[in-house]
């Protein structure tokens, strides 16, 4: 079963570039996964609005989840910390 999901990512005051750089690094590795970036877009950031907008499509739970535990990704998680302060994901189905 595909699953599909949305991501929505805001940045850290000030890190906006630094979280395009984490995100181009991680988003790399999906394709390693039966997993698609299927869009990635950006806002300004302002008024709360999240900086990125991913939508992805898996194989299965276990993409995903050998995505989400790939070490090279879990390496960079303190890049990550630094310059992500919140992460929503949200599964959908595309209509």
């Known amino acids: 079963m595909t699953l599909t ?3 929505f990512l805001w940045s850290r005051p000030g890190m906006e570039r630094a979280l ?3 995100e181009d690094a991680v988003l790399a590795l999906v394709g390693e996964y039966d ?3 299927l869009q ?3 806002t300004d950031g ?3 609005r999240p900086l990125e907008v991913q939508l992805f499509e898996w194989a299965s739970q276990a993409a995903m989840d ?3 535990s790939d070490p090279r990704r879990t390496a960079l998680a303190a890049d990550r910390d630094r310059a992500i302060a919140r992460t929503e994901i ?3 189905q595309l209509v």
């Open 35 to 37: 997993g698609k970036v």
């Open 40 to 42: 990635r877009a950006r």
């Open 46 to 48: 302002a008024d709360g």
């Open 90 to 92: 949200v599964p959908v």
């Open 66 to 68: 050998g995505f989400m």
């Open 5 to 7: 999901f949305y991501v």
């Open 20 to 22: 395009i750089v984490y």
